[in-house]
C-alpha cells in the first residue's frame, strides 16, 4: 500500500504540469507541434531538474555562504547566484540543444512553447520530490504558484529566443531575456520564502504580472504573424 500511495502522488504531481502544457499548447492549436517532441523536451525538463538538485548541492558545499551572511541574506543571494541562474539556464540549455536546430522549430512562437515544455517537465520533477516529502497537500499550491513560475520565466526566455532566431537580433537581445528570467525566477523565490514573512504579499502580484507579460507576447506573435 505503501508503494500504491507514492506512485498515486507522484501522478497527481504531474497533474499541474499537465494542466499548463495543455493551456500553453492550446495557443499553438493552429500550427501544433509534434507530440513526440513535446514529449521529449518535457522528459529532458525532467532530467535537467535532477542535474539541477545535484549542482545546487554542491556549489552550496563548496561555496558555504551561510558562513557569511545571515539567515535573511542568504535566502536572497541563494535565490540570486546560485538557484535561479543556475534553473533557468539549465531549462534553456534543453531547448538550445535539443530543439533549436530541429526543423521544426520553424517559427518564432516555438521559442516560447518549447521552453514552456521543458519547464513544465522540470517542474512536474521538482512537484514529485516535493509531494513525496511533503504530502499531496503541497500539490494545489504548487499547481498554482511554483509550477506557472516555471513556465513563466523560461517562456520569457522563449520569446527573445524566438527573436534571435527568426528575425536576426543581436545575441545581447536572448541574453536580455535570460537575465529577465532568473530576476523573475529569484524574486519569486524570495517572495515566498517563510523566512522573510514580510514579503509573502508581493508573490502572487508577482505571478500574475509575469504571466500576463507573457500572455501578450504570445498574442503579440499571433496578431502580427511572425515565422
Known amino acids: 500500500m505503501e508503494i500504491i500511495y507514492k506512485i498515486a502522488l507522484i501522478i497527481f ?7 499548463w502544457l495543455i493551456f500553453y499548447h492550446y495557443y499553438d492549436r493552429k500550427r501544433p507541434e509534434p507530440f513526440w517532441l513535446i514529449l521529449k523536451i518535457f522528459i529532458w525538463g525532467m532530467l535537467a531538474a535532477f542535474l539541477a538538485i545535484v549542482l545546487e548541492h554542491f556549489l552550496v558545499e563548496i561555496l558555504k555562504p551561510e558562513l557569511y551572511v545571515s539567515r535573511g541574506w542568504l535566502i536572497i543571494l541563494r535565490a540570486l547566484i546560485i538557484v535561479a541562474p543556475l534553473e533557468e539556464i539549465l531549462k534553456f540549455g534543453v531547448v538550445r540543444k535539443k530543439i533549436y ?24 520533477l521538482e512537484n514529485s520530490l516535493a509531494v513525496l516529502v511533503g504530502g499531496s497537500q503541497l500539490i494545489l499550491y ?3 504558484t511554483t509550477t506557472l513560475m516555471h513556465a513563466v520565466a523560461t517562456g520569457i526566455i522563449g520569446y527573445y529566443l524566438g527573436w534571435v532566431h527568426f528575425h536576426h537580433q543581436s545575441q545581447w537581445w536572448l541574453i536580455k531575456g535570460v537575465i529577465l528570467a532568473i ?5 519569486f523565490n524570495i ?6 514573512v514580510w514579503l509573502n504579499l508581493i508573490a502572487i502580484p508577482w505571478l500574475i504580472a509575469g504571466f ?3 500572455y501578450f507576447k504570445i498574442k503579440r506573435f499571433q496578431k502580427t504573424g511572425v515565422r
Open 13 to 19: 504531481a504531474f497533474l499541474p504540469s499537465v494542466f
Open 101 to 124: 536546430y530541429n526543423r521544426e522549430f520553424n517559427e518564432s512562437l516555438d521559442g516560447i512553447f518549447y521552453c514552456v515544455t521543458a519547464a513544465l517537465g522540470f517542474a512536474a
Open 142 to 144: 504548487r499547481f498554482l
Open 183 to 187: 530576476i523573475f525566477h529569484a524574486v
Open 191 to 196: 517572495s515566498v520564502s517563510q523566512d522573510l
Open 212 to 214: 500576463i507579460f507573457l
